[in-house]
């Protein structure tokens, strides 16, 4: 898990158009800026960001987890925020982390 210094939190907006507060860090794997989910229920390890997919005809990115320890295709977890308005394709998720740095 990351430490204080290295996450932050950023407000966003769910699937309900709820404005959130998420937690953010740097993934150790991809160096993309993802949401900060949490350990698996099951065996308490942290899930590990696994990939991150755009959709812009919606206008949110969804963070997909798995957890490590548990069965192939047993654990995942997944993250999603909104990136714009849905009416506009132009926000990008590498405009999105500049925003928020």
């Not at 907006?13 to 949401?35: G, L, Q, R």
């Not at 990115?61 to 548990?70: A, D, G, K, N, T």
């Not at 047993?74 to 132009?90: E, P, T, V, Y």
Request: proline share 6%; with cysteine.
């Amino acid at each position: 898990m990351p430490s204080e210094s290295e996450s932050y939190t950023i407000s966003a907006i769910n699937t309900k158009n709820e404005v959130i507060d998420v937690a953010v860090s740097k993934c150790c794997h991809c160096n993309e800026i993802v949401p900060i989910v949490g350990k698996c229920p099951d065996c308490k390890t942290i899930y590990e960001h696994v990939k991150t997919v755009e959709n812009p005809e919606t206008g949110f990115i969804h963070f997909v987890y798995e957890c490590s320890m548990c069965p192939p295709g047993k654990r995942k977890a997944q993250k999603i925020i909104r990136i714009n308005d849905g009416n506009s394709n132009s926000n990008t998720k590498d405009d999105l982390i500049k925003n928020f740095l």
